[in-house]
C-alpha cells in the first residue's frame, strides 16, 4: 500500500450543499492530481497541484475547486453539489517523476 | 483534448490462458501509458508502465507493447491466475501531465 491517505472514506450529502475532502500526500510527493471516478468508468482528471499551485486542470466546473498546502497535503472542494457529483473521488501523488501514487478514495453520495 | 478507446469492456478466460486487452489514443504528444489495477473497493494500483521511447516491457507474466505510429498500446497477461481478476485501466499522459484514462476492462479469470 502506499503513504497517501484520504478523508473521510464515505460521505452523504444533499444537493446545493458544500464538501471539502482532504489528501494527504505521500513524503516527498510534490504534486498532487484529483480524479472523479464514477462506478463503471475510469478515473477523470480534474486537476493538479504543483507546490501550491494549480498547473493543469480538466473538464470540470469551476464549482470543483482545489488546494495545496505547504506540507504537499491537498483540499478537494465542491461547491452547489449535483446529484451527479456522486462518484469516487481519488486523489494521486507524485515526486516529479511520471509514476503517481493513488489514496483510497473517497465515496460521495449526492441526495 | 486526447480520447483514449480501451477494449474489450469484459474479458473472461480460463485460469492459464493469456488476455489481451488494447488502447487507442489520439494525441500524438502523449509520451506515457501507465496501466492500472483496480480489484473491488480498492484504490488504482500502477502495474506496469512504457514510454513512447520503448515498443515493448515486460515484468514477470505482465508485458505491454506500444505503437506509436498506430496510436495503440496493448497490456499482456500470460498464465492468468484467478488473482488477476479485477478492472484493468489504460491511460494515454503528455508533457502536460493530464492523465485520460480509458473506461476500464473488467478482467474474470475462472479457475
Known amino acids: 500500500e502506499t503513504g497517501v491517505t484520504q478523508s473521510p472514506t464515505h460521505l452523504i450529502k444533499t444537493r446545493g450543499q458544500q464538501v471539502t475532502l482532504r489528501c494527504s500526500s505521500q513524503s516527498g510527493h510534490n504534486t498532487v492530481s484529483w480524479y472523479q471516478q464514477a462506478l463503471g468508468q475510469g478515473p477523470q482528471f480534474i486537476f493538479q497541484y504543483y507546490r501550491e499551485e494549480e498547473n493543469g486542470r480538466g473538464n470540470f466546473p469551476p464549482r470543483f475547486s482545489g488546494l495545496q498546502f505547504p506540507n504537499y497535503s491537498s483540499e478537494l472542494n465542491v461547491n452547489a453539489l449535483e446529484l451527479d457529483d456522486s462518484a469516487l473521488y481519488l486523489c494521486?501523488?507524485?515526486?516529479?517523476?511520471?509514476?503517481?501514487?493513488f489514496g483510497p478514495g473517497t465515496r460521495l453520495t449526492v441526495t | 483534448g486526447e480520447n483514449v478507446e480501451q477494449h474489450p469492456s469484459t474479458l473472461s478466460v480460463q485460469e492459464g490462458d493469456s488476455a489481451v486487452i488494447k488502447c487507442t489514443y489520439s494525441?500524438?504528444?502523449?509520451?506515457?501509458f501507465p496501466w492500472y489495477k483496480q480489484e473491488l473497493g480498492k484504490r488504482p494500483q500502477l502495474i506496469i508502465d512504457?514510454?513512447?521511447?520503448?515498443g515493448e516491457k515486460k515484468d514477470q507474466r505482465i508485458a505491454v507493447t506500444l505503437n506509436k505510429t498506430a496510436k495503440h498500446f496493448s497490456l499482456h497477461i500470460t498464465e492468468t491466475q484467478p488473482e488477476d481478476s479485477a478492472v484493468y485501466f489504460c491511460a494515454a499522459i503528455g508533457g502536460s501531465y493530464i492523465p485520460t484514462f480509458g473506461r476500464g476492462t473488467s478482467l474474470i479469470v475462472h479457475p
Open positions: 494525441d500524438s504528444a502523449s509520451n506515457y
Open positions: 494521486a501523488t507524485r515526486a516529479g517523476g511520471d509514476e503517481q501514487y
Open positions: 512504457i514510454r513512447s521511447n520503448v
